[in-house]
């Protein structure tokens, strides 16, 4: 068969392969420890469950607006307000079967052949390859450990041609963990702004923060900058909401229509009951975000003590997110081969950094029970002392 030849211009998901052999492995009676895809390990909190319940029995099964439900966009404009200090109308809105598909939508709208999108990696592993589907060309930009691995306002000054018309801003960060300062973002929207280039901010890990770091979105510094910004966000990190395939693009009308089209031509709409979910979990108390936050806290402080004590391994702290990014150079490894290796000897499941443009580290996703943790450090320390 002769498949289109975009199919064999991008690299299958490097996260979700792993995380599904780590989970076929453990059907099949196998102990493996997953630090593998970046998945909260706590069910969906029962007020949201409830709430897609009673839309179901209410026979809230039919099909609903390509853009999403408007109670819903009408409850993400305000969370936006609310939260963000940016003022969206519901129409600003869109509803995308996850973080993931408002971002491909995104790109799909705007991006053609000839087009550049500036990059900093480490990045998570799909921007590129989104990239590469509608025809665009990727300009990564390397950040490292020593600058705390964020862009600096010269680098994306010099990343900038005529050509340029998107950057992707991801704070906090996957796979790092790092997150952006308001100075840091101010200087970067004037800079987005004084090029007339548009900047997607990725906001999923936006709640989930730690020792005090603040979020401040880069749309919230004036009209200038907030014309020329895109919010991509969901609820899968958050609210523990992974499988429901829930999320959202906010920003200006013109491009939001756009998307709405192409979702109209794809998806249609997010499965109508799951945004009653959505609804509730946005409107109801965000006390369930506080109690996944102290456990992501208890565990980040252990994994980060254990990773350290680990001779060979280095790992900056990460502000945001829940993951571990660690660096592997000393060990003398390439990531895929230290994880394979992992996987084989230890049954320990991680994620080559390659995947995210840093082929000297491997991301652990603490997103897992601690006993996961203690016992696949212990492997992992194991592991390391055997080479
Ligand atoms: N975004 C998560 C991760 O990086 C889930 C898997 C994926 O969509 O890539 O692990």
Redo the contacts with the bound molecule.
Sequence with gaps: MKLASRVNQVKP?L??IIDSKAKAMKAEGIDVCSFS???PDFDTPIHIKEAAKKALDEGKTRYGPAAGEPKLRAAIANKLKKDNGLEYKPENVIVTNGG?HSLYNLIMALIEAGDEVIIPSPY???YPEMVTLAGGKSVIVPTTIDNGYKITPEQLKGAITERTKLFVLNSPS?PTGMVYTADEIEILARIVVENDILVVSDEIYEKILYDGVQHRTIGSFGPEIFARTIISNGFAKSYSMTGWRVGYAAGPEELIKAMIKIQGHSTSNVCTFAQYGAIAALESSQECIEIMLSAFTERRKYILERVRAIPGLNCPTPDGAFYVFINIEEIGLKSIDFCEKLLLAQKVAAIPGIAFGADECIRL?YATGLETIEKGLERLEKFVASL
Aim: aromatic residues 8%; charged residues 15%; hydrophobic residues 35%.
């Design positions: 998901s996260t979700l895809a970046g998945e993931k998570w592993l799909s996957n996703s």
